[in-house]
C-alpha cells in the first residue's frame, strides 16, 4: 500500500499498518507525495493506494474505490496563494501539486470562471516547496493543500481563493481530496476485507488519538504538533469512516463537471460502484 506521510493517512492507517486491527491483511508501507502516488495507479504497481479523486478517470478499470479512508469534507479546500492581495492570474504562472490533482481539477473549474483571459503556465512542484517559490517570486501564485492552510502567513503569503470556497458555494456539497482505491483483481472478498479494515483503523484511530502520535510525528517532517492535529481535525471526519450517499454524490459531481469541461475522460455508469 501507498499512502503519504501527512498527518490525516499516517493517523487514519496507523493501526492497520501496525498490525492491530484483527482479521486486517498485513501491510508493506511506501510513503509518497499525492503525485507520485497517482502515477503509480496509472502504472498498476500496488495493490492499494491513496490517490487523486480526479485521477479516478484514469484508474477506475483496474482499481475500485473503496468507500472508506480518503480525504472529503468541508472547508477543506486548496488554495490559490500570492505575493500581493488581490492578484490578477491572467497570464501568470502558477505551481500546482500535480496536474491529475484533485487540486489541479478544482483550480481550473475555478479559473474557468474568474480568470477569464486565462492564466499562463502552469508548473508542477511537490506541495512543501510551492510556498518557498511563491515568496520568492519564482512564480506568481501558488495553489497549495495540506496543512499549509494554516501555516501561508508564515510565509508572508496572500489568500487570494479558496477553491472550496468556490466549489462549496456552486454544488452544496463537499469537496472530494484523497481516494482510496485497490486493485479489482484482488476479488469482492478480499476488497470487502479491506474496506472492512480500513473504516476499523480509522474508528481505532478516534478512539485512542495517544496511539497514533509517534507515528503521525515520526513522518509528519518539521510540521509542528498543533498543526498535525488541526490537520488531522480537518481531514479526517465522517467521510473518512464512509462515503455515504453524500460522498459519492460529491465524487460524481467533481468528475462529472469536470468531463462535461473535457478536463477527464466520462465515467462509465458503474465506474464507482463498489466492490
Known amino acids: 500500500m501507498a499512502y503519504s506521510p501527512c498527518p490525516n493517512d499516517t493517523f487514519v492507517f496507523h493501526a492497520w499498518a501496525h498490525g492491530l486491527v484483527p482479521g486486517a491483511p498485513g501491510l508493506d508501507v511506501t510513503f509518497a507525495d499525492i503525485d507520485v502516488t497517482n502515477g503509480m495507479a496509472e502504472r498498476g504497481e500496488l495493490d492499494v493506494l491513496k490517490v487523486s479523486y480526479a485521477a479516478l478517470p484514469w484508474v477506475l478499470d483496474e482499481y475500485a474505490l473503496l468507500p472508506c479512508g480518503g480525504a472529503l ?106 481516494a482510496i482505491i485497490a486493485k479489482r483483481s484482488l476479488g469482492e472478498d478480499t476488497l470487502e476485507l479491506l474496506a472492512a479494515s480500513a473504516r476499523a483503523s480509522v474508528r481505532m484511530a478516534w478512539d485512542d488519538p495517544g496511539a497514533s502520535r509517534p507515528y503521525v510525528r515520526e513522518h509528519a517532517q518539521e510540521m509542528d504538533r498543533a498543526v498535525a492535529d488541526q490537520h488531522i481535525g480537518l481531514y479526517v471526519n465522517a467521510f473518512t469512516a464512509d462515503l455515504g450517499e453524500t460522498g459519492y454524490a460529491a465524487v460524481r459531481s467533481l468528475l462529472t463537471r469536470a468531463a462535461a469541461e473535457g478536463l477527464v475522460p466520462p465515467l462509465k455508469p458503474d465506474a464507482l460502484a463498489f466492490p
Open 73 to 178: 469534507g468541508h472547508g477543506v479546500g486548496p488554495l490559490v496563494l500570492t505575493r500581493e492581495p488581490g492578484q490578477d492570474l491572467t497570464g501568470r504562472t502558477v505551481a500546482v501539486p500535480g496536474e491529475r490533482s484533485t487540486a489541479y481539477l478544482l483550480f481550473r473549474l475555478w479559473a474557468a470562471d474568474v480568470v477569464p483571459g486565462g492564466v499562463g503556465n502552469v508548473v508542477v512542484m511537490p506541495f512543501h516547496e510551492i510556498m518557498p517559490a511563491v515568496r520568492d517570486g519564482r512564480v506568481d501564485a501558488g495553489l497549495v493543500i495540506h496543512e499549509a492552510r494554516f501555516t501561508y502567513q508564515r510565509y508572508g503569503l496572500h489568500r487570494l481563493a479558496d477553491m472550496g470556497e468556490h466549489w462549496e458555494s456552486t454544488t452544496g456539497l463537499p469537496i472530494p481530496l484523497g
